[in-house]
């Protein structure tokens, strides 16, 4: 009986170890499989972040750009502000001359009183931000007081009007005879800055910088000459 025994465990260990054996191998199983699940979630995980930097990096590069675009935006309305300024002082000063005893009077046998006046209710609506009917007042002016001493100004202001009310073509015009006429007019390098802004209205990117080139050559020392420079990234 003694003998009977060891005979029997002998039998049991092989069962046992087999048992061990395959379970030991589902276990090692379920441990790559986890593993590998582990590896993907990392992996994905580790693609997310780098998505998400590349996001992070456009993003930040565009808000620097759009920044840069507000501080040239800004500055070219302070520039605008600052010339419509001077604009209004030149105006003053010519309707003061007009007034003073023995001061030049227009060319044009019209009333002086009433030329200024519609001069400046053209402009009164295009402060309003009535483009078109500023634009239709200025060229009406242009057309009744064809000798006035203000029609470098109403083209350049008709041209201004044109561009607001994306009538492109007819700004270019009023720009293009500012230039053609009166070169040497305080409204001159102003309005080769309004003939580029037109130029790249109308998708010509090349004319415009041609323009903006010729202005800063042309007109070096004025406000539009630095607003050109800005433009086109020289100093």
């Not at 009744?144 to 008709?158: D, E, I, M, N, V």
Request: proline share 4%.
């Amino acid at each position: 009986m003694k003998r009977l025994v060891p005979l029997a465990a002998l039998l049991i260990l092989p069962t046992v170890a087999s048992a061990q054996l395959f379970g030991g191998g589902e276990t090692q199983r379920q441990l790559d499989a986890l593993r590998e699940n582990v590896n993907q979630r990392l992996e994905a995980s580790s693609r997310a972040q780098l998505e998400l930097s590349s996001q992070n990096e456009l993003l930040r590069a565009e808000v620097a750009r759009l920044r840069g675009q507000i501080e040239v935006l800004m500055h070219e309305v302070e520039s605008l502000k600052q010339r419509q300024k001077d604009f209004y002082v030149d105006l003053d000063d010519r309707l003061r001359r007009l007034e003073a005893p023995g001061g030049a009077a227009p060319q044009s046998a019209a009333d002086p009183a009433a030329e200024s006046a519609e001069y400046e209710g053209a402009l009164n609506l295009l402060k309003a931000g009535q483009y078109r009917e500023a634009l239709a007042a200025l060229n009406a002016f242009i057309a009744k007081y064809t000798q006035s001493s203000f029609l470098p100004g109403a083209h350049f202001w008709a041209g201004n009007a044109a561009l607001q009310a994306k009538e492109v073509a007819a700004a270019s015009n009023h720009f293009n005879t500012v230039l053609a006429r009166w070169p040497a007019d305080t409204v001159a390098p102003d309005a080769m800055l309004g003939l580029a802004n037109s130029q790249q209205a109308l998708g010509d990117a090349k004319a415009a910088q041609r323009t903006l080139q010729a202005l800063v050559e042309r007109y070096p020392e004025s406000t539009a000459a630095k607003t050109a420079r800005q433009r086109l990234g020289i100093r």
